[in-house]
C-alpha cells in the first residue's frame, strides 16, 4: 500500500478514475464536508463528472482515505476490507 499526502500533491486524473468507475464519480466527492458547502457547491448543482474534475485541483472535496490495493479500492473508513485484503495476503 502507497500513502500520498493530497495536500502536498493531487491525485491524478487516472487515480481519481479507478475509485470514480468502482464506485461511481459522486461516491468519490464528500458532499458533507466544510470545504463541498464553503465552495459553494450544494446550490452549484455541479454534475458529478463536474465535481470530480474540481477534485483534481482542490483535494480537500475528495472522501478520505482513498485506499488502493493493486486493483481493489476503497472510499472512506472500511477497516474490514483492508483485513480481508491483509488476509488474502498471507495465504497467497
Known sequence: MHF????ERPASK???R???DRFGPAAVVDKEGKTYK???LRVALDSPQRLLERALTEPRLLRTPLVRNGGKVTIGHTPDDWQSWI???KKA
Open 4 to 7: 500520498a499526502n493530497l495536500d
Open 38 to 40: 464553503a465552495m459553494g
Open 87 to 89: 488476509d488474502a495476503e
Open 14 to 16: 487516472g487515480e481519481l
Open 18 to 20: 479507478r475509485f470514480a
